[in-house]
């Protein structure tokens, strides 16, 4: 597995007054938003033209406001069936043609898919191909011995990033998930290991603890079960039985999918004591400037989770399950602490640790942001993918 290298000297047009033509394939316009912005800008003032292809619903303008074209497309992130599966690839596949990339970067697994079919689709012959960046935020979990995939599951998924690699390099977020892709017969020299999407480290600045009253842990992230939401919730329940002033804040919306908690579950959930639901909050900096400590209970398929990277920026210890991408940014007893997943006890015990020793919970949020600054700094994410793109811009050029 290829590690970051340092960025090559030369410009990255692929002959003189031309720009290069990079077009990212998201499912979701929120998602391109919240994780894929600061590259996307590098991208941009590096000299690329950035073609934005996805799902629109309200942050159209915004990607617009920052100079990059958005194609619309009609498929979801779940639920388009075989239907609207094929219909999508077939959309794809025609703005593929029309366009004519030097690169295109699909991000997430559907991406990696339908983009990668719908790339053989549209240049049959492999002239016109495209140079591909395949990024899978997260594997471990579902493919780790005793993963959640079925053998016919695991079967499919191994076809698909295998012909994700062929066309170029498949990025990775943590070295489990680099594994996982060589078992899957990835080569290694096709797996780049570029940890996180980076954080905007002048946005998320380090914030003092919030003084006085109980201790507010904050789970920011979709309300989803294997995320480790009820987890949560039933820790503290145990530390408030205790007699401990501990509370909870929940950031986030319900999900369209099965793993989701509803509205009204959640709403319930608000109206227990020592428990607050939040909804969807534009500024996470606000949960905290509220909570002295991040929770992230269970973490299942993310390569490193960006809420958080968000709170380590902001100087917050973290309490997280002891799985693949957590442990890229809770180094254990230094910004923060590991619990084993489902682990309701044990997670329980942490936060009371943290809950009771203020020194500790200082020097681990300092460790944290420490770690953000020398790691995970957008400009230092975005810098190893720009190498990565015009490795590929000459590579490209070559076998042309």
Not at 343 to 354: C, H, K, S
Not at 357 to 371: I, K, Q, S
Request: glycine fraction near 10%; charge should be positive; charged fraction near 25%.
């Amino acid at each position: 597995m290829n590690d970051s290298a340092p960025m090559p000297a030369g410009g990255i047009a692929p002959a003189v007054g031309v720009r290069p033509k990079l077009l990212f394939l998201v499912t979701e316009d929120w998602y391109f938003w919240s994780h894929r912005l600061p590259l996307a800008r590098a991208a941009r003032d590096a000299g690329f033209d950035v073609i934005v292809a996805t799902r629109v619903q309200a942050h159209g303008e915004r990607i617009r406001s920052e100079g990059l074209r958005l194609i619309p497309l009609g498929w979801r992130r779940r639920g388009d069936g075989l239907i609207g599966g094929v219909r999508a690839i077939a959309e794809i596949a025609r703005l593929y043609r029309a366009e004519r990339p030097d690169i295109l970067h699909h991000v997430a697994l559907k991406p990696v898919l339908f983009g990668a079919l719908a790339a053989r689709l549209a240049f049959p012959t492999g002239k016109w191909m495209p140079a591909r960046v395949s990024a899978v935020m997260g594997l471990g979990g579902g493919l780790a011995t005793r993963g959640a995939l079925t053998r016919i599951e695991r079967r499919l998924l191994g076809g698909t990033l295998r012909l994700a690699a062929g066309g170029g390099h498949v990025v990775v977020q943590n070295p489990e998930d680099g594994a996982a892709l060589t078992r899957f017969g990835v080569h290694r020299m096709r797996i780049a290991l570029i940890r996180g999407s980076g954080v905007d480290t002048d946005h998320f600045q380090p914030l003092p603890e919030p003084a006085g009253g109980p201790t507010m842990i904050a789970f920011v992230g979709r309300m989803l079960r294997s995320k480790g939401v009820l987890d949560a919730v039933a820790a503290v329940r145990k530390l408030r039985e205790r007699g401990l002033a501990v509370e909870l804040l929940l950031a986030g919306s319900p999900d369209d999918n099965r793993d989701s908690l509803s509205e009204a579950e959640l709403s319930a959930l608000d109206a227990e004591p020592g428990i607050a639901w939040l909804g969807r909050v534009e500024d996470v900096r606000t949960v905290w400037r509220r909570a002295a400590v991040a929770v992230l209970p269970t973490s299942y398929g993310e390569g490193v989770p960006l809420a958080l990277l968000e709170a380590a920026a902001c100087a917050r210890p973290i309490i997280a399950s002891d799985m693949p991408g957590c442990r890229e940014i809770v180094r254990d007893g230094e910004t923060g602490l590991l619990v084993p997943p489902h682990d309701v006890d044990a997670f329980a015990e942490a936060i009371a640790a943290l809950a009771a020793d203020p020194v500790r919970r200082r020097a681990m949020g300092e460790n944290g942001r420490a770690l953000v600054e020398r790691e995970f700094a957008a400009p230092l994410i975005a810098e190893q993918m720009l190498a990565l793109y015009r490795d590929l811009l000459r590579a490209r050029a070559d076998r042309r």
